[in-house]
């Protein structure tokens, strides 16, 4: 039977053992209060083991994090602390495999720490700002302690009953927000680049951050755009409230925009509440490659450090700094490039560290993130290198077109090898 305790009355000790393997809702979705108890009560409880995908509420410091071994599956936002600290361990997996592995054991959750909705009518607390893997880990937990907090959006999809809750702390507090960021003039070009391989009737897949946005706002004279994503940030709204996002197209959750995760601010947690034009959904939808095989015109926008002369991705690692993660690139880079009049976008500035280093590069200096297999268009600010079906030696070419003047020289040396043997 679920119980309900005040957050200044919360003692972890009597629902963690030593040794529990933790799931804690990510993003925007993070229980602030709950974390904010781990990290006061962990040592006393110790070796804790903790799961959170991405987080964005720099609660998870350093000097913090005594009593608990971290792991991700990136470096993602305020994460990056950690990892610089060899404070993180990170698993290389996709999105939509998180809930399958936490749902066989191959991550552990005996504990889930989440950020619900309060219930509606029906007993049913909305998963709110985060659907991804939410679910499985309420399902695979021995305890599921969630924060109920009023300022969450009740959102349609992904829902928890309240007879699965083992503790409530019932909160109302703002949830995680992450901020827009500034759009230089960098982003605009190559959001310039991008928007021309978004026609009428599109359905776009995007993250959230400067170069996004900037692609969305390139897009206010389209028409009936759909979208099918992983995550959505406040650009999202913008494109809605102007009439272009209607879903009227689309093949399948037609008048629909299904998503994963809502990065953003209180504008659009405010829209989402009680929308019925949004779906919140578990990674085992939004990514499913049986999923998004039926979505025609699909446009996936995805980011990159860096890419090599081949078109190899990386989107994880810059030398011995470990700044992004895996993600959900690979199952929208693919579907995107294969979906009948859609494409795959990977947009990245040309260069890094103030223009002294080349992100289109010889050889990568971190693992492959999307192989060059899967790989359809590379943009920076400019131009755009459409690689589908071209050989290598094209592919060095066209990328070489596309670096930033002071470094095309060397990549054009670099890529004479490669001209020369074919491969």
């Not at 702390?169 to 759009?183: G, L």
């Not at 085992?284 to 996936?300: K, P, R």
Request: charged residues 20%; proline residues 4%.
């Amino acid at each position: 039977m679920s119980v309900t305790v005040s957050p200044d009355d919360l003692d972890l000790a009597r629902y963690l053992r030593r040794g529990d393997s933790i799931v804690i809702g990510q993003a925007c979705g993070e229980p602030t209060t709950l974390v904010e108890a781990l990290l006061e009560q962990a040592s006393a409880i110790g070796d804790l083991k903790v799961f959170i995908a991405t987080s964005f509420s720099g609660l998870f410091r350093p000097e913090r994090s005594q009593g608990i071994a971290l792991s991700s599956m990136g470096a993602i936002g305020a994460l990056r602390a950690m990892s610089k600290a060899n404070r993180l361990s990170v698993i290389p997996v996709h999105v939509g495999q998180v809930g399958a592995l936490i749902a066989s054991g191959v991550i552990g959750c005996d504990v889930a720490m989440l950020q619900l909705s309060t219930p509606d009518e029906h007993g049913l607390h909305s998963c709110g700002l985060i659907a991804d893997h939410v679910r499985a880990a309420a399902d695979r937990a021995r305890v599921v302690l969630a924060e109920v907090n009023a300022q969450v959006p009740f959102t349609a999809g992904e829902a928890i009953p309240a007879a699965e809750i083992d503790v409530a702390v019932p909160v109302a507090r703002t949830p995680v927000e992450v901020a827009p960021a500034a759009i230089t003039e960098t982003d605009r070009a190559i959001a310039g680049h991008a928007a021309k391989y978004i026609r009428d009737g599109a359905v776009i897949q995007t993250g959230v951050g400067a170069i996004p946005d900037a692609i969305l706002r390139q897009l206010t004279d389209r028409r009936d755009l759909g979208v099918h994503s992983g995550m959505l940030g406040d650009g999202l709204v913008d494109l809605i409230e102007a009439g272009v996002v209607t879903n009227a197209r689309k093949a399948i959750d037609r008048g629909i925009s299904v998503n994963g995760a809502l990065i953003g601010t209180e504008r659009l947690y405010r829209w989402a509440h009680r929308n019925p034009a949004l779906r919140m959904c578990a990674g085992t939808y939004t990514h499913a490659d049986a999923v998004l095989a039926q979505i025609e015109g699909l446009v996936s926008i995805n980011s990159a450090l860096e890419v090599d002369l081949t078109g190899q991705v990386n989107a994880e690692q810059s030398g011995p700094s470990y700044l992004g993660g895996t993600g959900g690139q690979v199952d929208f880079v693919r579907a995107g490039a294969r979906s009948p009049r859609g494409h795959s976008l990977m947009v990245l500035p040309a260069t890094a560290r103030g223009g002294t280093i080349s992100r289109i590069t010889a050889n990568l200096s971190g693992p492959v993130t999307t192989a060059r297999s899967e790989v359809d268009v590379i943009v920076t600010e400019f131009g755009a290198a459409e690689l589908k079906g071209q050989p290598l030696a094209e592919r060095a070419r066209r990328l070489c077109a596309i670096a930033h003047p002071d470094f095309r020289e060397d990549l054009e040396r670099e890529a004479y090898a490669t001209c020369q043997r074919g491969f």
